[in-house]
């Protein structure tokens, strides 16, 4: 055996498939037979996929509504501190604390906080950037911007067993079924 061979390390298995809606029922048998650590990968959303591969609403949206309640309350707080605490000058007869002022920034930061959760959150969420993954190592993966359609089930599944997942994959209509290894 080479030193090459011997640095190897498997991944996982990779199946593509022909159709969108062949990769969508193909999600569904890969979910039942119970794979939990797969992926499905496409060109563009398929819709109904999020529920074949069996996952959970995202807590995006509650990330999102905590930071946005959190950059209005931060608005508040700082006017209140400037106009009452620190500098309490009473200006045209208003009351030290006129919230009703204080709404357009209250807003402004309940937007910022929020859109910038959201793109935090989602990085976070999605594991990204990740620049590198075995799928890439693949030639026939490159299809998947355009036309290509394809689940990878990673080794460390606990289901995962090289001879039965490629032949569990060729059983479901994979085509290409190809070995991933981490180099």
Same mark, same amino acid.
């Not at 390390?9 to 809606?21: N, Q, R």
């Not at 819709?47 to 995202?58: E, L, N």
């Not at 949206?61 to 309350?73: D, M, N, S, T």
């Not at 689940?151 to 032949?167: C, G, H, V, W």
């Given at each position: ?14 199946? #593509?498939? #022909?159709?969108?809606? $062949?990769? +969508? ?17 496409? @060109? ?15 807590? +995006? ?6 930071? $946005?309640?959190?950059? $209005? ?21 208003? @009351? ?26 989602? +990085? ?9 993954? @075995? ?18 089930? #990673?080794?460390?599944? @606990? ?6 997942? $490629? ?12 070995? +991933?290894?981490?180099?």
């Amino acid at each position: 055996m080479s030193n090459s061979m011997a640095d190897t390390k498997i991944f996982g298995m990779l199946a #593509e498939f #022909e159709t969108p809606a $062949a990769l +969508l029922k193909a999600a569904v048998k890969v979910r039942n037979a119970g794979y939990k650590k797969f992926d499905c990968h496409s @060109p563009f959303p398929i819709h109904g996929m999020d529920k074949a591969m069996g996952m959970k609403r995202s807590h +995006l949206g509650f990330i999102i509504a905590i930071f $946005a309640l959190i950059g $209005a309350v931060t608005g508040l707080g700082l006017q209140y501190w400037v106009h009452s605490v620190e500098y309490p000058h009473i200006i045209s007869g208003k @009351p030290l604390f006129a919230w009703q002022a204080y709404i357009i920034v209250m807003f402004a930061l309940f937007v910022l906080f929020g859109a910038g959760s959201a793109v935090l959150g989602m +990085l976070h969420i999605n594991r990204l950037p990740r620049f590198h993954h @075995p799928v890439f190592f693949s030639d026939r993966f490159s299809k998947v911007t355009t036309d290509g359609f394809f689940i990878s089930i #990673e080794a460390d599944d @606990p289901q995962f067993d090289l001879r039965k997942t $490629a032949a569990f994959l060729q059983e479901i209509g994979g085509i290409h079924i190809e070995r +991933l290894e981490e180099q």
